[in-house]
């Protein structure tokens, strides 16, 4: 008899895209940024505020607390191993950033339908204030999965 192979959990073809993802995804690994959590549609990932993340004015760059919402989109929305890029973002900068402060971005599908999806990313401070809201607006590229069928 011929064995058969189980097919994945949706929960586990998360884990395998994030993994697939993760290795390719060099600005996220080099902005110090950790995946703490993936699902079907969902991410979360933390950012400590380094001194080289510090603008003018002593606050963390406003550019990239607005990438680590963004990379937590792009894990989020391609949790389905449907590869899906991002068609716009909007984001409000709510609150400044410090240095030390540890920075979680989390994620979470509003709506996918066809091949689109909106996804809204929050990240808030170790303390719990929120200091960005990103809404994220996906385009899925038909027949073309993250991870190529073995």
Known sequence: MPATSIPPTPQQ????????????DHATRMLGMVITEVGPGRAVI???????????????????????????????SNSY???????????????????????????????????TGVYDIEVHNQRGERIAVFRGRSHTMRGKPVIAPA
């Open 46 to 76: 933390q950012m400590t505020v380094r001194h080289d993340m510090l603008n003018g004015h002593a606050t963390c760059h406003g550019g990239l607390i607005t990438t680590l919402a963004d990379s937590t989109f792009a894990f989020a």
């Open 13 to 24: 073809l998360a884990e395998q895209v994030r993994d697939v993802m993760w290795a390719g």
């Open 81 to 115: 191993n449907e590869l899906t890029v991002a068609s716009g973002f909007t984001v409000d900068l709510l609150a400044p950033g410090r240095l030390g402060d540890v920075l979680t971005a989390t994620g979470t599908e509003v709506s996918k339908a066809g091949r």
